[in-house]
């Protein structure tokens, strides 16, 4: 038996699962777990779903998304099913409630995963935890129910960025499947994707700041508290989101890094997203800050123009280091 049908084995003979993810949940994490959740209360199981941090507002629309809550009274789960979490402590907070289980079931497509259940399905060739559940639907026999694809829809849609990263021939083969189920592709990216129009306006302010490094790979923009303040009156703050801005100048053809500089109170954000093997994670952490190796950030003292100069030195330092290493 392999390990997917392991799983539909328990999830057959077994009559309740508590049901987990990360902090910071996403697509993939909530999409995963709902769609679990509803797969094993048809097959008449009791189930529950703890994350460890509340719902992202974007998210909003998810089918059945009040069934996840923070806590739980019971502890006597037969079953805890963990997904999309590469270690244990990704849970945060809701890890106490699986570690007295009897039985932990690990099913995620980190490549890092430190394999810590009594069932470890592991794929780090999936593009999501969402493809790797709707295996487990098939190896049951189970047709899952409209609002099912869609939860395993959205898993696939935002953990591949659309479709950009880690897609194979059996993601699009799975997302075929799924779309059988009468969903309606454009309007799910619209809810996740589409932006707001403010936020529109501000990304025309920020495109005007755009410059390119000496050696050209590397790009920045600025968000300065005029603009805020110019496009919003100060009304929300929350048209600035900053991943919005540093995805489009990542995406400029043949750079290596993108920066952004936030002008806070009298700090500066800085983000820093990067393609190839250049380690931006190292360069924040010259700064104070981190991350991981293509998106980090840091927060520093100063004024813009001169904050800018440091980091961008810095980021040019670490590209030129790279090119030395490999002559
Ligand atoms: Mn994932």
């Not at 679990?36 to 189930?47: E, H, P």
């Not at 993108?258 to 990067?274: G, M, Q, T, V």
């Not at 927060?299 to 040019?316: C, M, N, S």
Request: proline fraction near 2%.
């Amino acid at each position: 038996m392999n390990d997917k049908e392991k799983i539909a084995e328990i999830l057959k003979k077994r009559n309740s699962f508590l049901i987990g993810s990360h902090v910071n949940p996403d697509g993939d994490s909530l999409g995963t777990e709902l769609a679990l959740a509803s797969l094993l209360k048809r097959m008449g199981k009791k189930v529950a779903v703890l994350n460890p941090d509340s719902l992202p507002s974007i998210y909003g629309f998810l089918p059945y998304k009040e069934w996840i809550s923070s806590s739980c009274k019971e502890n006597d789960w037969e079953v805890g099913i963990i997904v999309d979490s590469s270690e244990y402590e990704r849970l945060k907070k809701i890890q106490k409630f699986f570690s007295s289980l009897p039985f932990v079931i690990n099913i995620d497509h980190h490549v890092s995963n430190k394999k810590f259940g009594n069932l470890n399905f592991l794929d780090s060739s999936a593009s999501s935890a969402g493809e790797m559940v709707y295996e487990i639907f098939k190896t049951l026999g189970e047709r899952p129910t409209k609002e099912e694809a869609l939860l395993l829809y959205v898993a696939i849609l935002t953990d591949t960025n659309c479709f950009k990263f880690s897609t194979t021939a059996h993601t699009h083969y799975v997302v075929s499947e799924l779309l059988s189920f009468g969903l309606n592709p454009r309007e799910l990216q619209e809810k996740i994707y589409d932006i707001p129009f403010l936020t529109v306006k501000l990304l025309g302010l920020i495109f005007s700041t755009l410059q390119i490094s000496k050696s050209r790979k590397v790009v920045w923009a600025e968000i300065t508290r005029e603009m805020l303040e110019s496009i919003d009156k100060g009304r929300s703050g929350d048209i600035a989101q900053t991943d919005v801005f540093i995805n489009q100048i990542i995406s400029i053809k043949n750079i290596k890094v993108a920066a952004l500089f936030k002008e806070l109170d009298n700090k500066i954000k800085i983000s820093l997203r990067s393609k190839d093997s250049v380690d931006v994670n190292k360069i924040a952490k010259v700064f104070g800050g981190g991350g991981h190796l293509r998106a980090s950030g840091c927060l520093i003292q100063g004024a813009l123009k001169e904050v800018e100069e440091r980091v961008i030195g810095e980021i040019e330092k670490e590209i030129g280091n790279k090119v030395g290493s490999k002559q």
